[in-house]
């Protein structure tokens, strides 16, 4: 037993293994009890370890616990929607969108979901779509603001001939990497 054991009652500990037995279904019950269970050290009355824990006593790895745990946390953000995921998988695709664009993915993703069964499949399209606006939107502004520095690099080409050589690799650079090849004003 490790020396850093935090005092708790029995109970405590009890309870909340009984929510994960009972909610193994309810990633969210599980999730939050994990949390639980992590940030209070409740694991150091029997374990060394949060890791070890949960493979001695629920028979999962750490990464899955966090996923449990994950879901739990999104689950919250997304409090004000009417449909909630009945499966952490559902929402993996979502972290990788900041929390505040969440809740507006996972809702698209209800609105849309093909006969009306959201799947990670489909939380993923989604997801996919999100970013791809926004990759376009930053493409778009890097055209336009690298058609804006070409413009200045031609003017001081012409007023400075000595700097004609750099201004050159400088528009050869912008038109190869963000026109895709082509000079388009």
Same mark, same amino acid.
């Given at each position: 037993?490790?020396?850093?054991?935090?005092?708790?009652?029995? =109970?405590?500990?009890?309870?909340?293994? /009984?929510?994960?037995?009972? @909610?193994? *279904?309810?990633? /969210?019950?599980? @999730?939050?009890?994990?949390?639980? #269970?992590?940030? @209070?050290?409740?694991?150091?009355?029997?374990? /060394?370890?949060?890791? *070890?824990?949960?493979?001695?006593?629920?028979?999962? !790895?750490?990464?899955?616990?966090?996923?449990?745990?994950?879901?739990?946390?999104? &689950?919250?953000?997304?409090?004000?929607?009417?449909?909630?995921?009945?499966?952490?998988?559902?929402?993996?695709?979502?972290?990788?969108?900041?929390?505040?664009?969440?809740?507006?993915?996972?809702?698209?993703?209800?609105?849309?979901?093909?006969?009306?069964?959201?799947?990670?499949?489909? &939380?993923?399209?989604?997801?996919?779509?999100?970013?791809?606006?926004? &990759?376009?939107?930053?493409?778009?502004?890097?055209?336009?603001?690298?058609?804006?520095?070409?413009?200045?690099?031609?003017?001081?080409?012409? !007023?400075?001939?000595?700097?004609?050589?750099?201004?050159?690799?400088?528009?050869? =650079?912008? #038109?190869?990497?963000?026109?895709?090849?082509?000079?388009?004003?």
């Amino acid at each position: 037993m490790n020396a850093e054991v935090v005092p708790m009652i029995d =109970w405590e500990l009890d309870a909340l293994e /009984q929510v994960i037995e009972k @909610g193994m *279904a309810s990633f /969210q019950l599980v @999730g939050t009890a994990l949390m639980a #269970i992590r940030d @209070g050290r409740r694991y150091l009355a029997t374990h /060394q370890t949060f890791e *070890a824990y949960c493979k001695d006593r629920w028979g999962f !790895n750490r990464a899955h616990a966090y996923r449990l745990m994950d879901g739990a946390k999104a &689950v919250e953000r997304l409090s004000p929607i009417g449909d909630k995921p009945t499966h952490e998988s559902q929402l993996r695709p979502i972290y990788t969108l900041p929390e505040d664009k969440q809740a507006a993915a996972w809702q698209e993703a209800v609105d849309t979901a093909p006969e009306g069964k959201v799947t990670a499949k489909h &939380v993923q399209e989604v997801v996919d779509r999100i970013e791809n606006k926004w &990759v376009e939107h930053d493409v778009m502004m890097a055209r336009h603001y690298a058609t804006m520095a070409i413009n200045q690099l031609e003017k001081i080409t012409k !007023n400075d001939p000595s700097k004609k050589q750099e201004g050159i690799r400088v528009i050869n =650079w912008c #038109i190869k990497h963000l026109s895709g090849g082509k000079y388009n004003e």
